[in-house]
């Protein structure tokens, strides 16, 4: 797929050099949208493959703030965060109980999508704490915001009215899931459109525990063979 890719670019780049031909016009304008959707189709499957891949769930406690920071390190090279602020308000040092891998790809996805949605000047803020005996890291950003229709859209496969044109509408369908099985929530909220966004997630603090029908109980999340625990 890879080179069948980089054969339609060469084309279409080809035939929009040749700008002054009318049928040349058209055809590179054809070339060009299906060389897009050919990119979104890749974007989707990979997306798919990845998650489908994800047949490991091993859980451990994990620094909330080392994670995010993680995230901000590869998000702060990313064309669309240039012109923009981002600021980390940890108002407590907060470790979840959790798979680093899965939330960070969350967290990168919402930060992501706060960055897509401002202009330049645009401040996206990130606040962890504890709260109500969960781990919680809000995203908030001072994009263009969500009206009710796109807030009761945007966890359905497919989804997407991202600015940028390549969204797959796959981001939060995905983390949704992700933050399900944690056994945590994702919540989103806005004033309206052009009012900023916020994106809430809630993970445990610490293992899910369950009594099982013999006497035991354990909290170290780790498979032992026999359903002692049941961790969402
Ligand atoms: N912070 C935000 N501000 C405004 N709209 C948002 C925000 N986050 C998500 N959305 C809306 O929800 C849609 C779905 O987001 P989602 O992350 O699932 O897909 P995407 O970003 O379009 O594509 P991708 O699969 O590459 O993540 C977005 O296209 C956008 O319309
Ligand atoms: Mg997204």
């Known amino acids: 797929m890879e080179s069948r890719l980089k054969e339609l670019t060469l084309l279409a780049n080809k035939a929009s050099g040749q700008e002054n031909h009318p049928c040349i ?8 949208l299906i060389q897009e959707e050919a990119f979104r189709c890749k974007n989707i499957t990979e ?44 108002e407590q040092h907060t470790n979840a109980w959790i798979n680093a891998e899965e939330i960070k790809s969350v967290i990168l996805n919402l930060v992501v999508n706060g960055l897509d949605s401002m202009d330049d000047g645009g401040i996206l803020t990130i606040v962890i704490r504890e709260k109500d005996g969960q781990a919680e890291v809000a995203i908030k950003d ?36 992700i933050i399900q099985q944690h056994g945590g929530e994702i919540e989103a909220s806005s004033e309206g459109m052009g009012h900023g966004s916020v994106f809430t997630i809630r993970l445990p603090l610490h293992p899910m525990v369950s009594m099982n029908t013999n006497e035991s109980m354990r909290r170290d999340g780790v498979p032992s063979g026999q359903p002692l625990l049941v961790s969402a």
């Open 25 to 32: 016009v058209d055809f590179a304008r054809y070339l060009k």
């Open 47 to 90: 997306k798919l493959l990845d998650f489908s891949r994800t047949t490991e769930h091993k859980r451990e406690a994990v620094s909330l703030p080392k994670l995010v920071q993680s995230v901000l390190d590869v998000t702060t090279h990313l064309q669309n965060s240039k012109g923009k602020k981002i600021e980390i308000k940890e």
């Open 142 to 177: 001072t994009g263009i915001g969500m009206n009710q229709e796109v807030l009761e859209n945007i966890f359905e496969p497919f989804f997407t009215q991202n600015r940028t044109g390549k969204g797959t509408g796959l981001g939060l369908t995905i983390s949704h899931k």
